[in-house]
């Protein structure tokens, strides 16, 4: 019995081995900046795209850089993640670890303060306590470059202004407690300032760059994936730049599936206050918009966070299989320029 057990074992193995799902681990936050990764799930267009033979596993981050860590230890094959996460993952890795194979999205970023810190002019910030979400994430380094541009020095620096990394949902509290001056977030969070801590938009990013487009999110992609599964990475965009379509076609529908998704993750939906303003702040593309990513890197070297020489980020897109997906719908190709 024991000769004949082994035989009928193996064929049942076989297939099972065959047919095992490729996973497909996808990392994203549950910010507005992020709509296409909120839509894309809750839609099922991701899963659908990828096929019936791959799994979708999500992850949710707070910030870029801890993304950034979990891509760097193979847990995340692709993630939605911002400019400067970006730029120093590639950096660290000397160009090992990541492509940038996307944009997501555009602006969304603003500087909010209390009143009562009678904050008027940038001269107002000296002496202020400010909040960013993360150190060396996208919202620090414009923060603490726009201080810099402004002739003020960080404490950290030596200066006076203090710059407190924390995470978005505890700015907020603190701001409306009067523990914060302020801070520089990424939607929903700066209209939640406004709205709920009564705050003042300060600087609204998009007024320091040229047409008032920057990238505030990017896809980026583990480099070893990208180079053992480019089937999967070129369906991936599909669903991407098919989000992005809907996106801009459905914007109501859009808004109620953000607010669920947001509310599924951190269990707290947005009064509907809060999503309609936000969504004024920002812009849904799949073009990377490089030229401005290259503009936050000289940002981030000026701030020291880049290391002793100035990065050569010339590897760091790799947009032929967004190029092609767009060809396909005839759409125009995107630049790594």
Known sequence: PTITAAPTAAPTAAPAAATAPTAVRLAYFPNLTHAVALVGVQRGTFKDALGPNVALETKTFNAGPALIEALFAGEVDIGYVGPNPAI????KSKGDALRIIAGASSGGALFVVRPEASIKTAKDLDGKKLASPQLGGTQDVALRFYLQENGLQTADKGGSVQIIPTQNPDILTLFKQGQLDGAWVPEPWATRLVIEGKGQVFVDERTLWPGGKFTTTLVVVRRQFLADHPDLVAKFLQAH???VQYIAAHADETKKIVNSEIE???????????????YTNLDITYDPLAPTLFKSAESAFALGFLGESKPDLTGIYDLDPL?????AKSLPAVSAK
């Open 88 to 91: 120093n993952g590639y950096v």
């Open 241 to 243: 730049v098919d989000t």
């Open 264 to 278: 599924r993750i951190t269990s707290k939906p947005l009064p509907a206050g809060v999503l309609d303003k936000s």
């Open 323 to 327: 190029n092609t997906v767009l060809a």
